[in-house]
């Protein structure tokens, strides 16, 4: 902030409520109070956040968990798996999709926090970075022990959100869920430009509901989570395509339209939520700049929801194929739109890089 004519900085620094999940449920909750018709209010899922050490305080952790609570007593009444409301588990601090689980019932809640306990070792919790926060999904079944110690530095803050169910599924791609991962720019303070070429993330199985599984602890998660990290090579190859090609049948065809203008409508508003209700914890300096990558699922009828969001992207993830055409025409944007400035030339706008948001929130 000293030096803003002579410094530029490729990321905000402080940025935890947009890329924690359980600061960014908040920073979309105190906004939505506010604004109570913002198109957050139907294209994020409210969340459920809750600190526990171990399991053995998880009903003391959920005691002001209503809604939560509510739900999974309701889950217990019902005879049918199909009639049960799903929620998906994810650690606030995890990568590479550690920890993320399905559950329908406070038993199956109960019993990923014990499979925890006992599968890795006593390290401290609060160990970890305080703004390492990236999202890839594994492949690996439910009931699976944990391959690498990752949690142990990123568990204690929890969300659960209502599991979004049914995705919109393609069959040229066997029917498998997939999500979208769009690049975001954030400029200065503030403007947010979404980048045109994104990214479609597919599973590496057919999609099955989960209530088609029968014991929860046999959930096949590498049919729900769509991220590669943990794809091995014969399905990494086929999961990842470029947004604008997928083959589509039964869907309107300006659905892809309809989609990139629902992101680019989120994905402003997100930021101008985070960056006027959590100022503490989003900081965006007029000297700053940085790419997002963000996530979002498409359901059934063709609407957007709202994943989540990171800082330092993983490119690898777009395949050598669409490394020039995604990765390098990414980057071309990102230099005429937010560093040519700062150098004193004119910044040359480009169709596939559209802003989205730009706010004055008075600082220089």
Request: a negative charge; hydrophobic letters at 40%.
């Amino acid at each position: 902030m000293q030096h803003s004519r002579t410094s530029l900085v490729c990321s905000y620094v402080i940025r935890k409520a947009l890329i924690r999940k359980h600061y960014l449920s908040n920073a979309v909750s105190t906004w939505l109070v506010k604004h109570p018709s913002s198109i957050l209010a139907k294209h994020f899922k409210s969340c459920v956040h809750f600190e526990v050490d171990y399991a053995e305080f998880l009903d003391e952790a959920l005691v002001d968990a209503w809604d939560l609570n509510e739900s999974l007593a309701e889950n217990e009444k019902q005879e049918l798996s199909e009639q049960k409301h799903w929620w998906i588990l994810k650690p606030g601090m995890s990568d590479g999709g550690n920890g993320i689980r399905l559950f329908s019932t406070s038993g199956e809640l109960q019993a990923i926090f014990e499979e925890w306990e006992e599968d890795t070792p006593d390290v401290d919790a609060e160990s970890s970075s305080e703004e390492d926060e990236s999202h890839d999904a594994s492949g690996s079944k439910q009931g699976d022990p944990l391959e690498d110690n990752a949690m142990t530095s990123q568990l204690r803050h929890f969300i659960a959100q209502p599991y979004i169910d049914p995705p919109l599924l393609l069959e040229s791609y066997g029917g498998r869920k997939f999500h979208i991962r769009a690049y975001v720019l954030a400029v200065g303070a503030l403007k947010v430009y979404v980048y045109k070429e994104m990214l479609a993330l597919f599973a590496a199985k057919r999609y099955q509901p989960p209530a088609s599984a029968t014991d929860s602890e046999m959930l096949d998660l590498a049919q729900h989570l769509t991220n590669t990290c943990f794809q091995d090579e014969a399905t990494k190859s086929t999961s990842v395509f470029r947004f604008w090609d997928l083959e589509s049948t039964g869907v309107p065809t300006d659905w892809k339209d309809a989609v990139f203008q629902q992101i680019c409508d989120i994905t402003g508003e997100v930021f101008e939520a985070a960056a006027r209700e959590q100022m503490i914890h989003f900081q965006a300096v007029p000297n700053a700049f940085e790419i997002f990558g963000v996530d979002f699922l498409i359901d059934r009828d063709c609407r957007v929801w709202l994943l989540e969001l990171n800082a330092y992207p993983d490119f690898k993830q777009t395949g050598q194929d669409l490394q020039e055409a995604v990765v390098g025409g990414l980057f071309q944007a990102v230099s005429r739109t937010a560093i040519a400035p700062f150098f004193g030339l004119t910044e040359s706008g480009t169709t596939q890089m559209p802003l989205v948001r730009s706010i004055n929130l008075g600082r220089c």
